[in-house]
Nanobody, 114 residues
Framework: VQLVESGGGLVQPGGSLTLSCTAS????????MGWYRQAPGKERELIAR???????AYDDSVKGRFTISRDNSKIAVYLQMDDLKPEDTAVYYC?????????WGQGTQVTVSS
């Protein structure tokens, strides 16, 4: 059982990216899901979460710029990132809201630089 992240890349400050997280098992639809990121030299942190009803919450660092959503028919969670800043540079991961080690994928690298 694994989650697969995609959609990262190199983008200029102020740009946008949409990350995708897909799962192979439908039981993920029964969990609150989160997007996490780990910047160089820092610990992995939760930045956005969405529950099974679609209610969302964000870390202050991304509030108003990032939007988390999910599509249960595709067993997928998305992160729309707008107005990206250099400090958003990190590897981005998805996992359940209470993350479980076996579910960590490889992540997707987001680099914000001019």
């Amino acid at each position: 059982v694994q989650l697969v992240e995609s959609g990262g890349g190199l983008v200029q400050p102020g740009g946008s990216l949409t990350l995708s997280c897909t799962a192979s098992e439908t039981f993920f639809n029964e969990y609150s899901m989160g997007w996490y990121r780990q910047a160089p030299g820092k610990e992995r942190e939760l930045i956005a979460r969405i529950n099974i009803y679609g209610a969302t919450a964000y870390d202050d660092s991304v509030k108003g710029r990032f939007t988390i959503s999910r599509d249960n028919s595709k067993i997928a969670v998305y992160l729309q990132m707008d107005d990206l800043k250099p400090e958003d540079t990190a590897v981005y991961y998805c996992n359940t809201y209470n993350p479980r080690d076996p579910f960590w994928g490889q992540g997707t690298q987001v680099t914000v630089s001019s």
